[in-house]
């Protein structure tokens, strides 16, 4: 039952999958018009847990189900959906089954107060909540004296978040500046790790799953062959809309993504969206080879275990930034002075290249300064012959290049400007003429995708049917430059223009 998406590449990005009309099957759903708190839909299954059909229950006040206390009590609750109350629940009794144990999670979106009950007895986790909150600070623990490096730190959160949740399959997901992501830590029981290192294209998680991801942070799909169940009426009577479900957790889920897990032999998931600073860095997603049902209350850990995750990372962000400011300040200074031994500035430099080839990981130093060649590294002489993108013509990181390049600013390329190398350009006059170029060397990388090759682009728009591995070449980049490398360059140009301006200042004093 899949839309039919094939040949339509925005399509996919097209799916409002907030307004799904549908919920998933373990809950049921109801939208209370806050006006007067009377029901206005609700889910098709309602007589599951509430004992009373959709037909029954619209239009009546929603105390006539919980009694009035309840919704007096609701009515004075800040609802508004930030991320922890998502999985608040309060234990309700339905009048008419109160021996039933309900919880109900509740939230307010675009003046609709949505309830979603669930049963208490359901869930995987009978943990008490003592023994959650032990498991949670534990794994916290854990999460913030985990090493300093980003695998480090994804290697704990995969392993303390198994242990949590109880899936089958955990990974970080982590996002590329383009989107695509790549499984960099992966912990299963039972199955064999399957997915580490694995890239996956953009469009598996599409742009507006990455945008309401980004606003809620855990969504589980306890069974991905579990039918969807739709809200009566289909539209809100009052206003003739579909339901906003974004921030709900029964949300109904895309028949293309349910398809893309059964292809990939997934039954259950629960994925966590890990957001560093204001960046969506990545998931935390789990998988289950068997239906899995979360409780709220084991929801609401995961949740916050998956902050403490996000929070590490951003903490390990700040500090290496920090220190790499620091050094990269330090190593301009210390440039600036060891120049300031030097007659003249083009000499100075010759004597330090193998200093700044180093501190950039660079192999090629070029550029003119007073209308001076200079030229050093094992790629400037000769000019450094590099295979192209395309694997034929060498290139080289000569005049032309550096005529076309921006002359103002600090320039600095991951994928080549033209298709060569990544280089840092210091343009050290207006006029573009006196300049510093480093170049990086390409350096040939295997990307492996997990099953996109199977005859189309990775592109394709349809889920595909196989997850096997196969290996990519990629030609034709560099590593990429980061933020430090950037902030480096901008303070070794600031003492370079300096000292070009000390020594112009110098010879117009002798000229007169
Ligand atoms: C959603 N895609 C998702 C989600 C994940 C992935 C984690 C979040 C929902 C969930 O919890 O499962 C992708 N899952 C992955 C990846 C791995 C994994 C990369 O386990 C790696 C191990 N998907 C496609 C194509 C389309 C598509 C071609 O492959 C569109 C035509 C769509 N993916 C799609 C949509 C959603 C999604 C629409 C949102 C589902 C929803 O929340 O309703």
């Known amino acids: 039952n899949a839309p039919d998406l094939a040949g339509d590449r925005n399509a996919c990005e097209r799916e409002p999958i907030h307004i799904p009309g549908a919920i998933q099957p373990h809950g049921v759903l109801l939208s209370i018009d806050p006006a007067d708190w009377s029901i206005a839909q ?50 309700v009794a339905v009048a008419t089954a109160p021996q039933r144990p309900l ?25 008490s909540s003592e023994e959650l909150h032990r498991k949670l600070s534990y794994g916290v623990g854990r999460i913030a004296r985990s090493g300093d490096d980003v695998r480090d730190i994804c290697e704990t959160a995969v392993i303390e978040m198994h242990g949590l949740a109880g899936f089958d399959r955990t990974m970080v997901y982590r996002f590329d500046t383009d989107w695509h ?20 294209p953009a469009s598996d998680i599409p742009a507006q799953a990455r945008e309401l991801y980004t606003r809620t942070l855990l969504r589980v799909i306890p069974d991905v062959d579990g039918p969807a169940i739709p809200l009566v009426p289909p539209l809100d009577p009052a206003r003739g809309q579909p339901l906003d479900l974004s921030y709900a957790s029964l949300r109904g889920v895309s028949p293309i993504h349910l398809q893309y897990l059964r292809n990939m032999d997934v039954r259950a998931t629960m994925a966590l969206s890990l957001l560093v600073g204001n960046r969506f860095w990545g998931m935390i997603v789990c998988h289950s ?36 400011f620091l050094q990269a300040r330090n190593r301009a200074d210390m440039l600036a002075d060891a120049l300031s031994e030097s007659p003249d500035l083009v000499s100075g430099i010759e004597r330090r290249a193998q200093m ?17 060649p200079v030229r050093c590294g094992t790629d400037a002489t000769p000019p450094p012959a590099l295979p192209t993108r395309r694997g034929a013509d060498p290139v080289r990181l000569d005049d032309q290049w550096i005529a076309a390049a921006d002359p103002v600013g600090v320039y600095i390329t991951g994928a080549a400007r033209a298709d060569f190398v990544g280089a840092v350009h210091l343009p050290l006059s207006p006029d573009g003429g006196d300049y510093l170029v480093l170049g990086r060397r390409e350096r040939v990388r295997t990307v492996v995708w997990a099953g996109v090759a199977d005859g189309r ?3 394709d728009l349809s889920p595909r049917a196989s997850f096997e591995a196969w290996s990519e070449i990629v030609r034709g980049r560099s590593l990429p430059f980061d933020d430090v490398s950037h902030q480096m360059a901008v303070e070794i140009r600031r003492r370079l223009i300096d000292r070009l301006m000390l020594e112009e200042r110098r010879s117009r004093a002798l000229e007169l």
């Open 356 to 372: 700044l080839l180093s501190w950039f990981d660079c192999t090629a130093l070029l550029g003119r300064i007073h209308g001076k």
């Open 42 to 91: 609700a889910s098709a299954n309602s007589a599951d847990l509430l004992t009373m059909a959709p037909e029954d229950l619209c239009g009546r006040p929603l105390a006539d189900l919980l009694g009035p206390d309840a919704v007096a009590e609701l009515a004075c609750r800040d609802l508004s959906p930030v991320f922890p109350h998502l999985h608040d629940a309060i234990p």
């Open 457 to 459: 682009d990775k592109h």
């Open 103 to 127: 919880c109900c999670v509740v939230h307010r979106h675009d003046d609709r107060v949505i309830l979603e009950f669930e049963d208490t007895a359901a869930g995987t986790a009978h943990a």
């Open 289 to 324: 080879a068997t239906p899995r049902t979360v409780s709220a209350p084991l929801r609401g850990v995961c949740q916050e275990l998956a902050e403490v995750v996000a929070a590490r990372l951003f903490r390990r962000d700040a500090e290496h930034r920090a220190t790499g």
């Open 181 to 200: 992501g790549e499984v960099v830590a992966e912990q299963t029981s039972g199955l064999p790790k399957r997915y580490l290192g694995h890239h996956f």
